[in-house]
């Protein structure tokens, strides 16, 4: 595709219930981003897959969040037994080249609005 | 990474330059600053980014100060779709956790007609 695809574009859930996000991220980008922007504020990092493999998921707040990317293409944000302060705006993103490349630049979706009622 | 300071709101008519300006005093030498922006209900865009030069592309300037302390982000001829939330990011050139884009609140600039 153009760019980094988000699914769905709006997800109502129920506290408590089980929801999984989708990313197609572009096409050929090895790295992947999960970030999570809440109201009024800047996005805050997630995860972060090199390939298949998450390289680094320091940002994840809990157990309850867990991140996949079998194929190393699509990926797919997994949040467990949802709570209402899960509520924002997760959003993927895509690059190229590899973190440390001095011309690195992320592509973002536009990311999926969660809301736990 | 180096923090960095935005004000939080600006103004700007519609056809004239918008001058956005951001201070990272605590930046390393071997810190690029980088800007994106974000239009409402989209996910950040790339914009630029340099390390000591001065920058331009297609989307806009980059004016570093030759101490490196702050810089500004230049729209030669701001439109109504520039109205946007601006991001001023310093990474690490390499190694470590650079990847981790650190967004902070950022700037809301808003074109006015």
């Known amino acids: 595709g153009a760019g980094v695809s988000q699914t769905p574009s709006n997800k109502v859930t129920e506290k408590g219930k089980y929801v999984e996000l989708r990313c197609d991220p572009i096409s050929g980008h090895t790295a992947l981003y999960w970030y999570r922007q809440s109201l009024g504020q800047g996005p805050e990092f997630l995860i972060y897959?090199?390939?298949?493999?998450?390289?680094?998921d320091s940002g994840l707040p809990n157990d309850r969040f867990f991140a996949v990317r079998p194929e190393g293409s699509v990926s797919t944000l997994k949040i467990q037994r949802t709570e209402r302060g899960d509520s924002a705006v997760y959003l993927c993103a895509s690059s190229l080249t590899p973190p440390g490349h001095l011309n690195e630049k992320l592509f973002f979706g536009s990311g999926t609005q969660l809301s736990v009622l | 990474d180096a923090k960095t300071t935005q004000p939080p709101s600006m103004d700007c008519a519609e056809g004239r330059a918008a001058n956005l300006p951001c201070n990272h005093s605590t930046i390393s030498g071997n810190e690029y600053v980088y800007w994106y922006r974000q239009i409402h209900s989209q996910g950040p865009q790339y914009i630029i980014h340099g390390l000591k030069n001065n920058e331009t592309n297609e989307m806009a300037s980059l004016i570093i100060t030759e101490d490196r302390k702050s810089s500004t982000l230049i729209l030669p001829h701001a439109t109504l779709r520039d109205t946007a939330v601006y991001y001023c990011?310093?990474?690490?050139?390499?190694?470590?956790?650079?990847?981790?884009?650190?967004f902070g609140k950022g700037t809301l600039l808003t074109v006015n007609p």
């Open positions: 897959f090199q390939g298949t493999g998450a390289a680094d």
């Open positions: 990011i310093v990474i690490r050139a390499s190694g470590g956790s650079n990847y981790k884009l650190t």
